[in-house]
């Protein structure tokens, strides 16, 4: 988010690199491109770690970073380059991704890849002068998001967010103009809930049940729209 204040084009390139239709499924494409990477670099017995890493950065961020890496020349040692540029920041997805449109799906187990996935999204959301980040902004379909630590630490709440629920506390509205990293150079007014109660858990497992007013309400909301696949422009 930021406040005024200052599938399928992947998987047929992915076929396309394969010699045949792309398999169903956001995990057998992951699969299919891990495999490929391991085999074009040499290195076939390092296919866990590369599913692995194509699962932190996602789908469509590791195959560009592959295309680019594997069309480069004089790259003596092209794995360890993939593994260096993936712990970069991520790409911001843009509007009109469908992922966006998508609810997303809960976290089932906390996991130490996860909590490098939080550490990119907050550096990310950070390089991109956001306050705001959810994990559909940068093409992961989970329940997640992360939000400035400054503004956490304000109102002594999480800066992260798995599986969060947020609901309406009070009838009272408030409209201010928001801005979205998916959809640059737009701003809209849009009318949100003075206060939240918010239920949540971070990247440590530590739960969260709390009221939230003010600026902090309003990026919660703002994210929590995310989670659910809606965006400024949908409300």
Same mark, same amino acid.
């Given at each position: 988010?930021?406040?005024?204040?200052?599938?399928?084009?992947?998987?047929?390139?992915?076929?396309?690199?394969?010699?045949?239709?792309?398999?169903?499924?956001?995990?057998?494409?992951?699969?299919?491109?891990?495999?490929?990477?391991?085999?074009?670099?040499?290195?076939? =017995?390092?296919?866990?770690?590369? +599913?692995?890493?194509?699962?932190?950065?996602?789908?469509?961020?590791?195959?560009?970073?592959?295309?680019?890496?594997?069309?480069?020349?004089?790259?003596?040692?092209?794995?360890? @380059?993939?593994?260096?540029?993936?712990?970069?920041?991520?790409?911001?997805?843009?509007?009109?991704?469908?992922?966006?449109?998508?609810?997303? =799906?809960?976290?089932?187990?906390?996991?130490?890849?996860?909590?490098?996935?939080?550490?990119?999204?907050?550096?990310?959301?950070?390089?991109?002068?956001?306050?705001?980040?959810?994990?559909?902004?940068?093409?992961?379909?989970?329940?997640?998001?992360?939000?400035?630590?400054?503004?956490?630490?304000?109102?002594?709440?999480?800066?992260?967010?798995?599986?969060?629920?947020?609901?309406?506390?009070?009838?009272?509205?408030?409209? @201010?103009?928001?801005?979205? +990293?998916?959809?640059?150079?737009?701003?809209?007014?849009?009318?949100?809930?003075?206060?939240?109660?918010?239920?949540?858990?971070?990247?440590?497992?530590?739960?969260?049940?709390?009221?939230?007013?003010?600026?902090?309400?309003?990026?919660?909301?703002?994210?929590?729209?995310?989670?659910?696949?809606?965006?400024?422009?949908?409300?």
């Amino acid at each position: 988010m930021r406040v005024n204040t200052g599938p399928t084009k992947i998987g047929k390139e992915l076929g396309e690199i394969k010699g045949k239709k792309p398999e169903r499924g956001i995990h057998s494409q992951m699969h299919a491109l891990a495999k490929e990477i391991s085999e074009t670099f040499g290195e076939p =017995k390092k296919f866990a770690m590369y +599913l692995g890493i194509v699962k932190n950065i996602g789908l469509r961020r590791a195959y560009q970073l592959f295309s680019k890496i594997k069309q480069s020349k004089n790259v003596k040692t092209p794995g360890r @380059l993939f593994v260096y540029e993936s712990t970069k920041t991520m790409e911001i997805v843009k509007k009109p991704s469908e992922i966006l449109t998508k609810k997303l =799906k809960e976290i089932d187990l906390i996991t130490p890849n996860l909590k490098k996935v939080v550490l990119k999204m907050k550096k990310t959301m950070k390089e991109n002068n956001g306050i705001g980040l959810a994990a559909n902004q940068v093409g992961l379909n989970m329940s997640l998001f992360v939000i400035d630590e400054e503004l956490a630490k304000e109102h002594n709440a999480p800066s992260v967010y798995i599986n969060p629920e947020v609901k309406p506390y009070s009838k009272g509205e408030e409209e @201010l103009e928001e801005g979205c +990293l998916s959809i640059p150079e737009t701003w809209l007014k849009i009318k949100r809930q003075k206060k939240v109660k918010v239920k949540t858990m971070d990247e440590n497992g530590k739960k969260y049940k709390f009221i939230a007013k003010g600026m902090l309400a309003r990026v919660l909301q703002h994210e929590y729209d995310h989670l659910q696949g809606v965006l400024i422009t949908d409300k």
